[in-house]
């Protein structure tokens, strides 16, 4: 049959029938400047199973993959791994194309899906740890409640050692080389520690119960196939993005300090700059990131390793610049560890931005250090020696 796209072999039995996102630059916030993919396969048993399907928009894509493969029609099941739209918002036009003869999902996914899709569609549950014969093909399910929505599961395809893990070990990023073995390790390692940054950070302790889990189920896993990004085939690729899950997963610190700001005439500006070159003199590795050049999603990246985190911002109508003010939310939503800190800015004639951070700092539970820094107007050479001394004492205080 001719088609435009065409299924890629990712094992003996099981082929990648997704879509490649190339202009995909933000997801719910998150920067995604090298776009991503929607990974949906195809266990090609004696009754083909389709494991997740792609957004609604990418349908005609993955309906064409699976074409180069085999009729649609002879799929006889579907195992929707993660409610997500991303993944789910084909779902309805492929049972009405398909016709399966079941539809699986966990019970927390079948809530979520008759939410979403409506409440007529006729749908099985399968339980953690339940195993299945379709055919002449093996799966069990393993659930990932909050990895990282309640209804999120791993399947597992025994005969070829393929662990579907859904959004847990992806990443973002659009690429026509379907594996992770063709692709430069140091892109893998940005977009998958941003990811991690981006989506799973604040998951981290469930992250930490599959790490320690998955060795007790006994799988022979050969292959893991995200439903984003490439997958890893190869033992030492598999064994590489576990090791590296179980470091993220730590939060390790680097002498790094992260100084995010913005200004409004320059005065915050200059403070930054004072502060960053105090920080500098006693050994931190200091990454400026004003907010007019700089994204939530990089910062938060920056952030996950660093020991230091200091913001400033100006005084606006009585509260902070409204880019620190989204920044700050975005940050305290994703609950990183490990910090110390502190607030600093400039004013004009009341000043309460510096205090409204400190408060956001606070609820973050970032350790502050010493007293937070504000001067009035455009700072002084004396204020920004001052500027100079704060930053060697929040360096010192390590």
């Not at 993660?82 to 918002?89: I, Q, R, V």
């Not at 194309?97 to 899906?113: D, F, H, N």
């Not at 579907?164 to 977009?191: C, N, P, W, Y």
């Not at 509260?319 to 910090?339: E, Q, R």
Request: proline share 3%; charged share 25%; aromatic share 10%.
């Amino acid at each position: 049959m001719d088609t435009s796209f065409h299924a890629v072999a990712i094992s003996k039995n099981v082929y990648w029938v997704g879509a490649i996102d190339w202009n995909m630059r933000n997801f719910h916030g998150y920067a995604t400047q090298r776009g991503s993919t929607y990974n949906a396969y195809l266990i090609l048993g004696k009754e083909p199973i389709l494991i997740d399907t792609v957004k609604e928009q990418f349908f005609e894509e993955m309906m064409q993959r699976i074409e180069s493969v085999i009729d649609p029609q002879k799929i006889e099941y579907i195992v929707s791994n993660h409610a997500e739209m991303d993944h789910s918002g084909s779902l309805v036009k492929a049972i009405a194309v398909v016709k399966p003869k079941k539809v699986y999902a966990s019970t927390m996914g079948i809530k979520a899906l008759n939410k979403q899709l409506g409440n007529d569609l006729k749908l099985d549950s399968v339980k953690n740890g339940e195993s299945l014969t379709l055919g002449n093909v093996n799966l069990k399910f393993i659930e990932t409640r909050m990895l990282h929505w309640p209804d999120s599961m791993f399947t597992y395809y025994e005969e070829d050692g393929v662990l579907f893990s859904q959004d847990g070990f992806g990443m973002h990023l659009a690429s026509m080389q379907r594996f992770s073995d063709e692709i430069d390790k140091t892109v893998l390692m940005h977009e998958v520690r941003k990811y991690y940054a981006n989506i799973i950070l604040p998951y981290s302790s469930v992250v930490q119960g599959l790490l320690n889990n998955l060795p007790k189920l006994d799988l022979k896993i050969r292959v893991i196939a995200p439903d984003h990004g490439p997958v890893w085939r190869k033992e030492e690729e598999v064994k590489w993005i576990l090791d590296l899950y179980s470091s993220l997963v730590k939060q390790e610190k680097v002498k790094k300090a992260i100084i995010i700001y913005d200004t409004m005439w320059g005065s915050t500006d200059k403070m930054a700059r004072a502060i960053s070159d105090g920080l500098y003199s006693v050994g931190y590795d200091v990454k400026l990131m004003a907010l007019d050049a700089n994204n939530r999603s990089d910062i938060v990246l920056e952030v996950m390793d660093a020991e230091i985190l200091l913001v400033g911002s100006p005084t606006i109508n009585n509260g902070v610049f409204p880019s620190l003010a989204d920044v700050l939310s975005y940050l305290k939503g994703l609950k990183p560890i490990g910090l110390r800190g502190q607030a600093f800015g400039s004013f004009g004639w009341s000043g309460e931005a510096v205090s409204i951070i400190k408060q956001s700092l606070e609820e973050m539970k970032v350790e502050l250090v010493g007293e937070s820094l504000r001067f009035q107007y455009v700072p002084t050479e004396e204020e920004l020696t001052q500027c100079y001394a704060f930053g060697v004492k929040v360096g010192e205080s390590i």
